[in-house]
């Protein structure tokens, strides 16, 4: 009896976790409702609070399952940014729904990512200084600049950018050619001044091998 309660209750919290994804990624904290993330999990309001405490905290826990499963997926090399950055640009472009779930953190809590120190961005921020008095990273720009500049040219092409598909509309169809020109970009950010026109030489003409 108590692992069949046990189990239905994970099943329970798991369609409220879609649910509330889901809604929040559409309305944002402000305006999503708990009524429609009950309905859609075809639970009770009284379990989303049981579970979660309140909505703000729903979100939290929402927001940072997503976080979770895209530093799983996206592994971080600082001694290979052109790799994570193209890993990053087709995670943002396989899930709006994370993106925009950033956007409304930063819009409506101001708060910081929830995420584990070891996976956390000042943390990237560190691991890239270091690659670069290692001498593995170009130092033209800052490491946070550099990280920022990063992440932004990854996920500037996805639904949940206003500018990118206004700019590049057909961004989806044109996903090789975009990748192709991120990891050059970052490649030539990245890389220190002797690698940099061997690097992108060999980047070419792996690509032209590949086609």
Known sequence: MPTNDLSKSARTRERIMTAATEEFAAFGIAGA????????ARANKSQIYEYFGNKEML?????????????????????????????LFDFAMDHPELMRLVLWNGLEQKREWPLEEALSLPTQVRRIRAAQDAGHVGTDYPADFLLTLIITLASAWTAANPFGISITPDAE?????????ILRAVQTLSCPPRLNSVKIGEMINGSQKAV
């Open 173 to 181: 169809s044109r996903r090789p050619m975009l990748r192709k020109a």
């Open 33 to 40: 409702r708990v009524d429609r993330i009950a309905r859609t």
């Open 59 to 87: 979100f939290q826990a929402v927001l940072e399952r997503q976080l979770s499963y895209v530093y799983q997926t996206v592994q971080f090399d600082p001694d290979d940014l052109p790799d994570y950055a193209g890993m």
